[in-house]
Nanobody, 127 residues
Framework: EVQLVESGGGLVQAGGSLRLSCAAS????????MAWFRQAPGKEREAVSC????????YYSEAVKGRFTMSSDNAKKTVYLQMDSLAPNDTAVYYC????????????????????WGQGTQVTISS
């Protein structure tokens, strides 16, 4: 059974940093698409970043490019999202997702077409 467990969320002030983790189990991990999405209250879910654990290719949404960094530790079956220069509009529930497909990170971030999803971790940025 695939399990994705997010952690690292919390409350920080604007300008601060957080690092989210997503621990995966139940699949091979090292040839998968992994993704971070977020959903703010009253808004639709949006892509944050996607990565291929096979070759490390990464895609970032325009909203986070230059501020967030997604990485993968295949030995630990964990992906991370380092979030810097946080702003109040980054407040959302952040979800980790995975898919065994071999399409590009851009595809997965553009479509949200990933097979498995975690339960999410709340990130709140105060002004």
């Amino acid at each position: 059974e695939v399990q994705l467990v997010e952690s690292g969320g919390g409350l920080v002030q604007a300008g601060g940093s957080l690092r989210l983790s997503c621990a995966a189990s139940g699949f091979s991990f090292d040839d998968y698409a992994m993704a971070w999405f977020r959903q703010a209250p009253g808004k639709e879910r949006e892509a944050v970043s996607c990565i291929s654990t096979r070759d490390g290719r990464t895609y970032y949404s325009e909203a986070v490019k230059g501020r967030f960094t997604m990485s993968s530790d295949n030995a630990k079956k964990t992906v991370y999202l380092q979030m810097d220069s946080l702003a109040p509009n980054d407040t959302a529930v952040y979800y980790c997702a995975s898919d065994p497909g071999h399409l590009t990170p851009y595809y997965f971030c553009s479509t949200g077409d990933l097979k498995d999803w975690g339960q999410g971790t709340q990130v709140t940025i105060s002004s």
